[in-house]
């Protein structure tokens, strides 16, 4: 009996053509700059100081500017792209997926963003335990023609400890999680964990994920020793990039979720 779901031989050699709608022409004239898909989440391998390598998963967004005359992109075409690239995206074949993208889609430009979890070891400050952290990672990687530019963002959070009601208050002063946001361009590789070690030198105190009763008593002692306002914390890791050879360009954010305000107080410097 003939497997009645299966297409005959006749129809797989003569196989019916559908109609390409994104190829129609598009007559308003107007050129879009970004098209693509987002919330892609896929297996990546980052570089690991420690480990050499560390496997997580990100959450992809691939697009590329689409001409005037063309009415849609091939959105399948952006997952083909990763795909053919392996079951795992490495940070060094991300200008291999851009061209690829130009290539298969017709594009003159790429972007690719990519977001996910990074984990390092540390070690509490006083008994020596050992935690892991999560920070969170973001590669911003655009081909324009042949030309590649690549921008590295890690979110940071770290305590801080206000200057001012240390100096008002007769007994302790007010502190609060902030997270601090780096993004920077540089002539060279810089480490997720360098970036990391910068922003926690930076605040009044880092935080742990692991601590007892004696790490808790000198993180405390720490950040009461190392008040910050959020103008001094972009200001303390500004400091530290000017200082390094081979960064170019960067964005530092400070965002505190205050504990005595309804409020977070924030605070931006850049590199023009």
């Known amino acids: 009996m003939a497997d009645r779901h299966r297409p005959s031989a006749a129809a797989e050699a003569n196989p019916v053509r559908l109609h390409d709608k994104q190829n129609e022409r598009d007559y308003r004239e107007l050129r879009i700059d970004k098209v693509g898909v987002r919330g892609l989440r896929f297996p990546i391998q980052v570089r690991d100081k420690a480990h050499a390598v560390q496997n997580t998963v990100a959450t992809i967004g691939l697009y590329v500017d689409l001409p005037k005359e063309f009415k849609g992109t091939h959105m399948s075409r952006f997952i083909e792209v990763l795909n053919a690239h392996g079951a795992m995206v490495h940070v060094e074949n991300i200008p291999d997926i851009l061209h690829a993208m130009q290539r298969k889609l017709h594009a003159a430009t790429a972007h690719l963003e990519m977001e996910f979890p990074y984990f390092i070891e540390k070690h509490a400050p006083v008994s020596g335990l050992m935690g892991v952290m999560d920070?969170?990672?973001?590669?911003?990687?655009?081909?324009?023609?042949?030309?590649?530019?690549?921008?590295?963002?890690?979110?940071?959070?770290?305590?801080?400890?206000?200057?001012?009601?240390?100096?008002?208050?007769?007994?302790?002063?007010?502190?609060?999680?902030?997270?601090?946001?780096?993004?920077?361009?540089?002539?060279?590789?810089?480490?997720?964990?360098?970036?990391?070690?910068?922003?926690?030198?930076?605040?009044?105190?880092?935080?742990?994920?692991?601590?007892?009763?004696?790490?808790?008593?000198?993180?405390?002692?720490?950040?009461?020793?190392?008040?910050?306002?959020?103008?001094d914390l972009v200001r303390n890791v500004a400091l530290e990039l000017n200082a390094n050879p081979v960064v170019t360009w960067y964005q530092v954010e400070a965002e505190n979720f205050e504990s005595i305000h309804n409020h977070n107080a924030y605070a931006c410097i850049a590199k023009h």
């Open 135 to 231: 920070y969170t990672a973001r590669f911003e990687a655009a081909a324009c023609g042949d030309e590649i530019d690549f921008v590295l963002g890690v979110v940071v959070a770290v305590t801080t400890l206000c200057p001012c009601s240390k100096a008002i208050s007769r007994h302790g002063a007010h502190n609060q999680r902030g997270h601090v946001t780096v993004r920077l361009r540089s002539r060279e590789t810089v480490w997720i964990e360098d970036v990391v070690a910068m922003v926690e030198r930076s605040a009044s105190c880092e935080l742990y994920s692991l601590l007892k009763r004696q790490d808790e008593k000198a993180v405390t002692e720490r950040a009461y020793e190392n008040p910050v306002f959020v103008e």
